[in-house]
């Protein structure tokens, strides 16, 4: 058999430059032109494959970009310096002063806030909606309505958004469709159903390996050059472009991502029925109980499963927070905020993750104080985890005891 001989340069770098299985990690802020015209050139936007400066772009940015387009299925993908850096920098880019965006009401803490308290500041108004009512949604967009923006599977309540639904509306009426797939890595893919940009937070289960925080904007090649451009791109004037050395150690931990989402996913679920025989309030989406049930089966990828998030709500932060205590002291996981680690963490997003949103509107939204958020993670024997997790709500009287005669431990 012959094989075809590597007659470019883009081969040779799709080897890795100098043979090494991982492209080189780019060490330099940066790069040298052999013309100054090149440089001018590559200042104005006019050359492909040139290196300026790193807050612009660097290889291993790219390379990381590269895969994240790929695994996104977007034409392009940008990285940046969380994924805060990259909610901030699509709206700013996207919205001006006067304009409103419509978003789910339960998104992430720190979104939440800066569409509620930032934006306004600038002149731009946020309606939050309640994303599974697409009717109602739809009342409210606005003829200055610039963005809609969700989670595909939202933090901390886990809502399934539509995102077919959502995204014949944004069709309709010519407004983009974002959104934030942090909780739902190849578990759900929102561009090949209708999404026009999705952000990640790579903080999460994409590094995977809660050392570093990155974030990533997946969207079009003319999206993603619109924010680097040096005079009004907010990727590159806001200043969150991520490391080099972070984006190369993160597209080497991303290569495990199907492998572990599969794993988290399978874990999660064991649990979540686990937790819903005993007659917890367990929320997650693979449930049929779950309200979101449907709409995540219609628009998943089956083979990654439901995601590895789930939610017990123990109606009061006391016993959420003795129970965490008690987790972790048994070294079921670890009493901390974000996801997607191979050890389970949790937390309780009312007075942590969420606290940005106020009392009411937790209430409003169905957040009560005794949510807890369960990451849940690679544990090899996911039963003997469960029975652990019983010995400590059954020690602290969590689970009543009658209830605890009829479950078999
Ligand atoms: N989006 C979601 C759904 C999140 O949960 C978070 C953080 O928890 C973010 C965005 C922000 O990401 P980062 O912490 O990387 O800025």
């Known amino acids: 058999m012959k094989y075809k001989a590597i007659d470019s340069i883009q081969d040779l770098h799709n080897f890795g430059e100098f043979g090494g299985v991982n492209p080189s990690i780019s060490d330099s802020s940066t790069y040298t032109f052999l013309s100054a015209k090149k440089m001018f050139d590559t200042f104005e936007g006019k050359t492909e494959g040139c290196y300026l400066y790193t807050r612009h772009s660097s290889p291993s940015n790219l390379y990381l970009g590269e895969a994240l387009a790929a695994l996104e299925g977007s034409e392009a993908a940008n990285v940046t310096a969380s994924g805060m850096g990259a909610i901030t920098a699509v709206i700013l880019q996207i919205c001006s002063a006067g304009d409103h965006i419509v978003c789910s009401r339960t998104v992430y803490g720190g979104t939440y806030a800066f569409l509620k308290n930032l934006l306004p500041k600038f002149g731009i108004q946020t309606s939050f909606v309640d994303i599974t009512k697409l009717d109602s949604l739809a009342h409210t967009i606005q003829s200055n309505t610039k963005m809609i923006f969700c989670e595909a599977v939202s933090n901390p309540l886990l809502e399934v958004a539509d995102l077919r639904g959502l995204a014949k509306i944004a069709e309709n009426t010519n407004i983009p469709l974002v959104v934030d797939n942090t909780f ?29 925080v990155a974030g990533a904007i997946c969207a079009s090649k003319d999206f993603c050059l619109e924010l680097k451009d040096v005079n009004a791109g907010a990727g590159m004037l806001l200043g969150s472009t991520l490391d080099s050395q972070r984006a190369a150690a993160i597209l080497k931990n991303m290569r495990t991502l199907h492998i572990r989402m ?15 025989e005993i007659g917890l309030k367990v929320s997650y989406p693979g449930l049929r109980s779950h309200p979101g049930h449907e709409v995540m089966k219609a628009q998943m990828n089956p083979e990654f ?26 070294n079921l996981g670890y ?52 029975k652990s997790m ?5 020690a602290l009287g969590i689970l009543p005891r009658e209830q605890m005669a009829t479950t078999a431990i």
């Open 335 to 386: 009493l901390a905020v974000s996801l997607g680690f191979y050890k389970t963490l949790f937390s309780a997003p009312g007075t942590s993750t969420s606290s940005e949103i106020p009392i009411d509107e937790q209430k409003k939204m169905g957040l009560s104080n005794g949510l807890l958020r369960i990451s849940v993670g690679l544990d090899h024997d996911i039963e003997r985890t469960f």
């Open 305 to 330: 499963g439901f995601g590895g998030i789930l939610t017990l709500d123990l109606e009061d932060l006391d016993k959420a927070n003795a129970l965490m205590e008690a987790m972790q002291h048994k």
């Open 184 to 212: 739902s890595p190849l578990s759900i893919t929102p561009v090949k159903i209708g999404a026009d940009v999705v952000i990640q937070s790579l903080t999460k289960f994409i590094n995977g390996m809660s050392d570093g």
């Open 262 to 276: 599969q794993k988290h996913s399978s874990n999660a679920m064991y649990l979540a029925k686990k937790f819903e």
């Open 390 to 394: 019983l010995e400590c709500m059954l």
